[in-house]
T-cell receptor, first 109, second 112 residues
Framework: GQNIDQPTEMTATEGAIVQINCTYQ??????LFWYQQHAGEAPTFLSY??LDGLEEKGRFSSFLSRSKGYSYLLLKELQMKDSASYLC??????????WGAGTKLIIKP | DGGITQSPKYLFRKEGQNVTLSCEQN?????MYWYRQDPGQGLRLIYY???????QKGDIAEGYSVSREKKESFPLTVTSAQKNPTAFYLC???????????FGDGTRLSIL
């Protein structure tokens, strides 16, 4: 079967750095997406990786290793507004998105 | 402003009743999707459409129906055959099936 694993919840301190991991087993691979979702709101697109390596976009970076079936989202200089759920999704061989359950990130002052 | 509009934000259904959730986009996107989100689970695909007048079942289509008569609109009907409809429903669109999906604000459906 297809499976996306991410930690259920993480806690970090304002101003610090946090890494959210995602491992996947899917039927084929056509890219990995990270989304941010504040409680009760729509997911918003953060990043897309299809080749191995690191993609940096401001305070957020995303890394992919296709051979390991592994990605992480790195958030630097954490702000209170970064408190949200972070969703990992993999596009399979049929171009369908397979979603992880999300990681709830709690930022403490 | 371009975007995806879902309505209503909250919806209540009585037993045996069909309800329709609206999704409209003005992004000129070809592809549209309906997902269901339940606590502790990843988003699950109900239906998707890549072009007007065509749509395909996702992983959990039973008890749901859709139409795609216009490019901008992709309404979802939750029928009485869906025995556990309480959930947060999200509509999304993308330029094509290969592009990132963009989401509406969602409709929260509850049973009376």
């Amino acid at each position: 079967g297809q499976n996306i694993d991410q930690p259920t919840e993480m806690t970090a301190t304002e101003g610090a750095i946090v890494q959210i991991n995602c491992t996947y087993q899917t039927s084929g691979f056509n890219g990995l997406f990270w989304y941010q979702q504040h409680a009760g709101e729509a997911p918003t697109f953060l990043s897309y990786n299809v080749l191995d390596g690191l993609e940096e976009k401001g305070r957020f970076s995303s890394f992919l290793s296709r051979s390991k079936g592994y990605s992480y989202l790195l958030l630097k200089e954490l702000q209170m507004k970064d408190s949200a759920s972070y969703l990992c999704a993999v596009m399979d061989s049929n171009y369908q998105l397979i979603w992880g359950a999300g990681t709830k990130l709690i930022i403490k002052p | 402003d371009g975007g995806i509009t879902q309505s209503p934000k909250y919806l209540f259904r009585k037993e045996g009743q069909n309800v329709t959730l609206s999704c409209e986009q003005n992004l000129n996107h070809d592809a549209m999707y309906w997902y269901r989100q339940d606590p502790g689970q990843g988003l699950r695909l109900i239906y998707y459409s890549q072009i007007v007048n065509d749509f395909q079942k996702g992983d959990i289509a039973e008890g749901y129906s859709v139409s795609r008569e216009k490019k901008e609109s992709f309404p979802l009907t939750v029928t009485s055959a869906q025995k556990n409809p309480t959930a947060f429903y999200l509509c999304a669109s993308s330029e094509s099936e290969y592009q990132p999906q963009h989401f509406g604000d969602g409709t929260r459906l509850s049973i009376l």
